[in-house]
């Protein structure tokens, strides 16, 4: 069992399938409860961070843990370990039956999910996987170098390779795996007399997709285009969002697609006096959002955290609230069919560039990114945020000058209502498995100034 | 608190005799043989006999003593070892075993019951001033080695990108040292049904106050058992533990929907007493009543108020305002990516000038408080951790840092006489990660004369009160800030008159704070604190504490935050 345990590592540290699968058949094996669910999570993470212009730190991370849920009846709990060995293993099963035995019932627990079928997804890129530290070094010098022969600039990033394998299982037949990586570069690039500030980022699962290069020339021109900001005052404004700045407000209306609090009365989507806003139209028509795990820029997973198949999922279709998300046990108790739409959101993109919306506007403001996102009050989605590293003003169709950041109040479903453009959808790459594009929208709710760069 | 009763059939379980499970040790010492290689497993890093799973209700075991392992100490010094034949010229090593145990509720049915436990090694190494960094799970002599190896492969490939060395500032070796966090009860030997039926037994009390509908609560508890040692000669055991119970009452009535908690009680590097003492099944009439009363409460009129706000508000308002742009990693710019830089940069700039609040202001740090969550006896760098003012009588007077940043301000501390040193704010989340300049308790002195909340309320003629962190925002250097609350209370003529909802203050740092004008005195002081402060590439959470009495602050900006879809 030992030698077995020494060849599921392969050298990157990640189970593969068969490996992945023994360990669940062990668990299941050991299991003396009425179900038994076991999740098993490997993963080995590489990065090097820089700032100052130059190293700070750098690591590789391995580590595989194994959750295993036992059940008696409506009775259950979870362990976690990340022993692997058939010790640990056994300790894992023995405790969480242990605990399970005292915990009071789940009513709403519904038994084990019986076996499925997922359409593999070719998420895995060796490229990003096999990544040695000397590639990443190299990877950081692009900006390095740039910013120590320049003068008047600092950068400071932040390169992460991700290989990962997740795979789920139980005693009523179910067994799912799945593989991925991901490559993810964010740089920051800092004028020396403190006045200006550029970000810009690439995420692919391929690290020979990120380009490196096209990243530092970003954030270095931002950086350098954002010193020396004036102050405006606050108020309404025609705002032009960049992908990762509208990412960063639609995301936030992933949990007010829970039919649960929904329903329950407590979710910006329930309709006064009760029900939800299903079938009503609540956004522009141009909006459309939906979830799918085989979207070509997100390549996510096929399964979700309780092993049901994840299928493309539309919510919003032109404007109108198509569906909300149903888990297993409330799907049961309203009598719907589940709908889990995974980790991955996409907003439908459009044709204008921000060249076109930034010609076609006569008064503005560009946003960058937006910073520190939190929820003012949930009923109506109202979030409160700021401006980063490069937030500029438009006027008569050009960029006229950097302006000092902003703190927003307002909500994507108000945003989402006062649409003017929409660019193409891309890949983000603040986090999130988010595709969306650039939009412009008007009166944007912006509502004190920062002096912070 | 109230009993939970448990029937027979429950009783005979939890009293019958159980064979004790084998331990972590007893397999690696099988196992090593195996691998052929040396295999000791850490002795206080095994499966205590004494799990949650054989704890009867309310049985309560000592504390065992402290010390480190024989066998972890000989695998830290083999990794230290491994990573010198790599060419090492400092390393340092930790091995930690990290537990969870969370227990959540909805009304009267449990959702969650985790019981976490994970262990590794994370090996930290200077090649020719670069570092580098790798952690394993295979705590054998082999796994350790390899992680060793593969740091110094790291550090290495790294030297191509170099500018300057990392140098550490020296700090003095602690060759067997102990410490224990301040708790008296393991919250990992207390019973799962002690756990949930505090929990049921507390929603149900909420439950029976009007309008209220859905009522969450939560226990989470952390224990980490911390082992480290470094080429100085440090070697260092820590036992720390904290805990954190929270309940959230949501009231509904007329299309309102109105929220108390779920931070009703501040988490603590305390255990299982602390919770007790904590007395959520009495206290949940009055949160709940809190949520049902907020049902009613008039929207503010936007405008400008005395702020009071209490330490369980104004805690956040300290953490985000103060705390972070007092880190130097971020005011020397290592966080520009990320969490931030700060505006009281240059250091040569401000530190002795930046007057950031009146002179009764006084702002310490340190992990030494009794019971607060960065409270440690050592950090992350091996280093016995001082206090010291971060603001003194109102002007800036030091900055948060460790071992490598702290010759960045050997200028300062010489010219004021004092000996250079780290402050002991190195800190990693887990074994898995690399540790870096994390947030010390920050913790706002008390007057010199002993004011009280009401003192504050009596003194005040148009503000207002305002209890328990919620909505929180704050820009990149930390200048511009919005923060509400969860109770806001308007105040009239030195009287509380009534609640109001619909409000957040915005704040511009060095406005708000030199716009303080009373602080509450020492027996107001209290604590609050999170265990999930996030900062780093990757992320990684640090639990800070803040002590701070009330405080009333003149003359800020309220905004209102109601708006109708």
Known sequence: ?453 | MRVFSISGALRAFLFRPTPPMPSRRDFLKAGGVSLGALAVAPELLRAAPGSPLLAAPGAFRPLPPLYTDPATRELMLEALDAAKRAGASWADVRISRNRNNSVNTREQQVTNVVESDTMGCGVRVLVDGCWGFAATQELTSAGVGMAAQEAAAIAKANRVARDRRIELAPAPAHPDATWRSAYTIDPFTVSLEDKVGLLLAANAEAQKVANIRFVNSGLSFVKEERNYANTDGSVITQDYVRSWVTMSCTAVANGEVAVRGPEVVQPAGRGWEYVLEADITANAPKWAGEAAEKLTAKSVDVGRYDLILHPSQLFLTIHESLGHPTELDRVMGYEANYAGTSFMAPPEKVLGSLKLGPPMMNLIGNRSEVGALATIGYDDDGVMPDDFHIIKDGILNDFQTTREQAPLLNWWYEKNGQQPRSHGCSYAQSWADVQFQRMPNVSLQPGEEDLSWDDLIAATDRGIAMIGRSSYSIDQQRYNAQFGAQLCYEVRNGKIVGQLKDVAYQMRTPDFWNSLDMLGGKSSYEFGGTFNDGKGQPSQANAVSHGCPPVRIKNINVINTGRSL
């Open chain 1, 1 to 453: 069992m030992h030698a077995r345990l020494n060849n599921a590592m392969a050298a990157n540290g990640v189970l593969g399938e068969a490996d992945a699968q023994s360990v669940v058949e062990r668990a299941v094996r050991l299991s003396k409860a009425d179900a038994v669910n076991i999740s098993v999570q490997s993963g080995r993470e590489t990065n090097l961070r820089f700032a100052d212009n130059q190293l700070s730190t750098a690591g590789a991370t391995t580590n595989t843990t194994i959750r295993v849920e036992s059940v008696f009846g409506q009775r259950r709990a979870s362990v976690v370990t990340n022993d692997r060995t058939d010790e640990g293993l056994r300790r894992a099963v023995e405790q969480s039956e242990v605990i399970a035995k005292l915990a009071p019932e789940d009513p709403e627990y519904l038994g084990p999910l019986g076996a499925q079928t997922y359409t593999p997804i070719p998420a895995w890129f060796d490229s990003t996987a096999e990544l040695s530290a000397d590639a990443r070094a190299q990877a950081a010098l692009t900006a390095l170098t740039k910013a120590r022969a320049a003068n008047d600039l600092t950068v400071a990033g932040y390169i992460v390779c991700n290989a990962s394998a997740s795979a789920l299982g139980n005693n009523a037949g179910l067994f799912a795996y799945h593989r991925s990586t991901n490559a993810n570069y964010t740089l920051t690039a800092r004028t020396n007399d403190g006045t200006g500030s550029g970000w810009a980022a690439a995420e692919d699962n391929d690290w020979t997709q990120i380009d490196f290069e096209a990243v530092a020339r970003d954030a270095i021109d931002k950086a350098r285009r954002s010193a020396n900001p004036v102050a405006i005052e606050p108020g309404r404004y025609t705002v032009i969002f960049e992908p990762e700045a509208t990412a960063n407000l639609v995301s936030v209306m992933r949990g007010a697609l829970q039919a649960r609090s929904a329903d329950e009365g407590r979710s910006a989507f329930s309709k006064p006096g009760g029900g939800t806003k299903v079938g009503e139209k609540i956004l522009d028509e141009r909006v459309t959002i939906s979830s799918n795990p085989r979207d070509p820029l997100v390549l996510a997973a096929p399964f979700d955290g309780d092993g049901l198949p994840v299928q493309e999922e539309t919510w919003i279709r032109n404007g109108v609230l198509e569906q909300l998300s149903y888990s297993r046990y409330w799907a049961q108790r309203q009598g719907k069919p589940v709908t889990t739409g995974g980790n991955s959101l996409r907003m439908e993109g459009g044709s204008e560039s921000v060249a076109s919306m930034i010609a076609n506007t006569e008064r503005g403001i560009v946003v960058t990114r937006l910073w520190y996102l939190r929820a003012v009050d949930n009923r109506t989605l109202v979030y409160t945020g700021l401006t980063r590293d490069g937030t500029f003003l438009v006027e008569n169709g050009k960029i006229a000058r950097s302006i000092k950041n902003f703190r927003f109040n307002d909500s994507p479903l108000f945003m989402l209502n006062n649409l003017e453009a929409v660019g193409p959808a891309v890949r983000t790459a603040g986090g999130g498995s988010l595709v969306m594009p650039a939009i412009k929208v008007r009166d944007f709710n912006f509502t004190s100034l920062s002096d912070a760069v």
